[in-house]
């Protein structure tokens, strides 16, 4: 997830065109990424990405790590969670619409690689509030925004978290990992 420094995940009308997306942080995002085999969305992050990844596959002008990350997210398993969403097309993805922490919770028993949320705020608050999330990777970018999505509003329960790693990257975006306690 990026942040901004006073805590936004999304400007106040969803946009995220502050976001520092350079080569290394592409890189580092695709290293977490093959610590995954399923990617977890809400309607909202599932529509952008299925709308563009499946076009860089076969752009003339998409970089290699840009196609890395095309094949991965095309063929990763994919879970997006959303009571509106009547219907999913893109490979390898599956609907969840209700007994959403149940089935979480079913999905974390089985065996396999772990699961990450890409993108998805909202979702990601929902996950916060039922502890649902085991880690959390956050990339804290050199902005102030004074207004936006706070990811950790509405959180009443405290979570002890231990610092797993840091990482600086040369654009000035901190890389914060955690897990629970």
Do not use: C
């Amino acid at each position: 997830m990026h942040v901004s420094l006073d805590g936004f995940v999304t400007g106040p009308h969803g946009e995220v065109d502050w976001i520092t997306i350079d080569e290394e942080i592409f890189r580092d995002a695709m290293d977490l990424a093959a610590t995954a085999d399923t990617a977890l969305y809400g309607r909202t992050s599932y529509q952008m990405m299925e709308n563009y990844w499946p076009t860089v596959l076969t752009h003339p002008a998409s970089t290699n790590l840009e196609l890395q990350h095309a094949l991965w997210v095309e063929n990763i398993n994919k879970i997006v969670f959303s009571t509106t969403l009547e219907k999913t097309e893109w490979n390898n993805t599956k609907l969840i619409k209700e007994n959403i922490p149940n089935e979480i919770r079913r999905l974390k028993s089985q065996d396999g690689k772990s699961m990450m949320i890409v993108g998805s705020p909202h979702l990601t608050r929902s996950f916060m509030q039922w502890g649902l999330i085991d880690g959390y990777r956050i990339n804290i970018n050199p902005v102030i925004l004074k207004k936006g999505f706070s990811l950790f509003k509405n959180i009443n329960d405290k979570t002890d978290l231990v610092l797993l790693k840091t990482k600086t990257f040369h654009s000035g975006v901190v890389g914060l990992y955690y897990e629970n306690r």
